[in-house]
Each structure stands twice: as C-alpha cells, then as structure tokens.
C-alpha cells in the first residue's frame, strides 16, 4: 500500500482561500473573475479528495454519507451549481453596491441573484464574500473529517510512526522507496527505531492541519453594518433588487 496524503486537497483549499480573499476590495469585472477561480477551487478540493484516496480502505462507504450531507445542504447545492454556470455557461449573476470605509476606501458588497437555480434562503440577501468563506468552511471541515477517519492515510508524517507503518502494513524499506531513497539498502547504523522514523520524517512535507482548522472554523457574519444612511439606502436597494429578480428559493 502506497502513502497517501492530503497535500494536494490542502492546496486547493488554500488557492481557494486566496480567490475569496481578493474578492473582499474588487468591483466588476473583477469581482467576477476572482468569484469564478474561488468556486472552481473550491469545487476542486472535493474532486481530487474523492481521486487521491479512491482506493483507501473504507473511503468509499465514508465519502458516500459526505455526498448525502452536501446533497441535502442547499447552500452547497447552489455552489456545485455556480461552478457548473461558470466553467459551462459564463459568469454568474449578480447585483452589487458600494460601501464606504473608515479609511475612505469603498467596499464592494454583491449579492448572488436567480442562476439556473433559485438563490437559498440560506444564501439569499447576504454578503457573497461571506457566503464564500462558510462554504470553503464546510469543506474544510470534510477534509478534517477525513483525517480523523482515516489519519495515516492523511499525511505522510502520520504515516511515518509506529503506529503508521504497523496500520498500514508497511516498513521503513517502504517508505524509504515510496520518498525516492530506494536505492538506499538502509539508514545509517547506530540510530534508534524512534530516531529513524524522525529523520525520515523530515524528509517528507507534513499538511497544514492548523490552517484547515483556521477555515473550518469561520463563522459567517450576522448582517451587514448600516453605519450610515448611504450604507442603509445601498442594503435597501440590493435588498430590492434581489427580490425584483428572483433571488429567493420558493
């Protein structure tokens, strides 16, 4: 059995991560640009979860209730759909208005609009960066659920331990092959088995398990701050707009 690990999946959370961030201070046409790469990143980190660890014992019938769960999710739902609308149909539908910052800087704040599919109450009359951030958190929260499934198979220096290797029915000969020492008969005499396990460890890359969890963690905001009534007449009108367009789930 070969080490698996989910640095590929971790990748896709974090460029994720980085679309949703850009979008915070962008107008159109960018905000438009950025939305699309954050939807397909993050539509990403599920597809190559799903690829990497296809052939893990037990990752089937585990990522079968993890499909079931998104399935009954609408907000997930709607992105799965904006993903489809983006890479298929062209950009996704939305109204906007400006907001004015201490520091005098404007703030775009977008709403999402009718797509193929009605928007989620969910979803609907909210924030779109915010809708962002706790969709990538959900899937953040798969992808530790993941680990604590399935740890050794979660990254290679779960892997590399005692308890790695007697899981996963391999041996330091293995790992040695598997990180491109192959040609090595053995690591250099006189170590200790712990002490072994360390210096192999080091040679591969570990998954940022901290910065998963600091995505999993975020929590969408209540309502956008009125301060002024300029900020007050800009919500109202997004508000309608929204409903003039469809923007609600029957």
Request: charged content about 30%; some cysteine.
């Amino acid at each position: 059995m070969s080490l698996k690990t989910l640095l590929p999946i971790e990748e896709r959370l974090f460029e994720a991560e980085y679309f949703g961030g850009r979008l915070r201070f962008l107008a159109t046409p960018e905000f438009g640009y950025e939305l699309n790469a954050f939807v397909s990143a993050a539509r990403n980190v599920t597809f190559i979860l799903q690829k990497e660890m296809n052939r893990v014992p037990g990752f089937q019938t585990w990522w079968s209730g993890c499909q079931e769960r998104m399935r009954q999710d609408d907000a997930m739902k709607f992105f799965k759909e904006l993903r489809n609308r983006s890479q298929k149909k062209g950009g996704i539908r939305l109204v906007g208005g400006p907001r004015r910052l201490a520091d005098d800087r404007l703030l775009w704040s977008y709403r999402f609009i009718q797509n193929e599919s009605a928007v989620p109450e969910s979803l609907a009359h909210r924030d779109v960066v915010d809708c962002c951030f706790e969709h990538l958190a959900k899937i953040a929260t798969c992808v530790l659920e993941f680990d604590k499934k399935f740890h050794y198979h979660s990254c290679y220096r779960h892997a590399i331990s005692e308890e790695g290797l007697e899981a996963l029915g391999i041996d330091v000969p293995d790992v040695l092959g598997f990180i491109g020492y192959g040609h090595i008969a053995r690591v250099p005499s006189g170590l200790s088995r712990d002490k072994e396990l360390e210096v192999l460890r080091r040679q591969v890359d570990g998954v940022d398990f901290q910065g998963i969890e600091r995505l999993a963690a975020y929590r969408p905001i209540k309502g956008m701050d009125c301060g002024t009534p300029s900020d007050a007449l800009s919500e109202a009108l997004l508000h309608g707009l929204v409903e003039r367009l469809g923007g609600l789930q029957e």
